[in-house]
């Protein structure tokens, strides 16, 4: 797809903005791809002579990059446009918001509605135009909506500023196929669509050169990654393979693989490769057949387990993570009595609990026995308790033990400590200085704290 035109526009809003120390912010709230994407979005302001703020009353254009995959996603957006009012009000701010809520018909609705004031409205299709909506905002007093509902083409060539030093993510593809019931993401996300093995290669070769040592592959579903053969590469394995061999990569992680097309060549292909962490993040959802049978997963409780099995005798110490939903409709005591099995039998290092959260036009919400509030929250907490005691014994496990590290940067929860992660994806925080910012380390554990390890420099 040609982005020359976004580049003339590009250049229409540099020339507006000359001289006037403009500033942005970017507003994310969904998930890595999400990030990912607000990192092109923020390649695009600093192109357009904005620069950075992190202080929202600031900025000159406020972007909100958003998420509607559960319910209090949603809530956040409201509450910030509100906050943001007076920013418009008093100084005129552009207000932007793009993402996933934005493909949505009944929010783009109650926007126009209820918050008249929001400048540009762009979707998960359009976000390399915003250069065009940008300049057509700025010239006229009129509200952009740029929404395709239709699969937008894979977008190659936009600038990038990445938000950190030492690990870049890079999507390798957009989409997803699989329509899980409960899931909104098919439906303002599109189809599945892979990106060329050969743009990706470069894409981190590019890292590599500048000093980037750890890279996370990302897609809704990685695993069904399909290359248009060029550099040789048609699946997700080849691709695994073909980024192993960069020179100056030292960590490759990816995110989200989907159970049911987890075949024999990408278990091995992630034994084999040694700078594939040997972690693997494999959403669970449930662990009754019969509710994952109402969310489309086409896997079964047994499968599931099966997969864990395999996966766990081929490939040396793996370490897996996952996600579950808990009071999906017509869930009984039984159907939740069996993902706590799941949880007991697999030792998860790390569990994303969720809420079922009902999503408007999704196949689950239509579902007539819908489960009370006060019973998912009730097994909501059943499960905490049992990941949470299953993650402290787990995590004695690391007491004593030297990991391989590449620093991140300082712990976004305290300033005085510098943090990176384990293979399996544990934050670790140490004292150290700025010097070993990006650098790959060695650290001793010496004590964990559930949801973190404390070390030291070895
Ligand atoms: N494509 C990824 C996940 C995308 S969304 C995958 O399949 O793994 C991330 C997680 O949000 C999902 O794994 C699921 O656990 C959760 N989720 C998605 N829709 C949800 C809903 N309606 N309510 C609650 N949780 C949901
Ligand atoms: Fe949603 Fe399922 Fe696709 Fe993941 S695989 S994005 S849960 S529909
Ligand atoms: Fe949310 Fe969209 Fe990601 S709905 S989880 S930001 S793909």
Redesign the pocket.
Known sequence: MNIENQEDFIEKVSKLNDGKNMKYSVYTMG?QLNENDSEKISGMMEKMKYSNTTKIEEADCIIFNTCC??ENAEDKLFGKLGEVKKYKELKGTIIAICGCMMQEKHIVEKIKKSYPFVDIIFGTHTIHKLPEDLYTALCSNKNVIDILDIDGEVIEGLPIKRNDRAKASVTIMNG?N?F?T????PYVRGRERSRSPENIINEIEELARAGYKEITLL???VNSYKGNGSLGITKFSELLRAVNKINGIEKIRF????PKDFTDDVIDAIRDCDKVCKMI?L?L?SGSSEVLKKMNRKYTKEQYLNLVHKMKSRIPNLTLST???VGFPEETEEDFKDTLDVVDKVNFEQV?M??????VG?P?DKMEKQIPDEVKHERFNRLKSLVESKIVENNKKYIGTIQDIIVEGRSKTNNNMLTGRTDSNKVINFEGDDSLIGKAIKIKIISEHMWYLKGEVV
């Not at 995110?255 to 989907?258: A, W």
């Not at 969720?354 to 999503?359: D, G, P």
């Open positions: 998930c995959v559960r997803c699989n899980c409960y899931c909104i993401v897609g809704q579903n995110i989200s693989p989907h993040h959403p959802q996600d579950i939903i994303f969720f809420i079922y959260s009902r999503r999704t689950a």
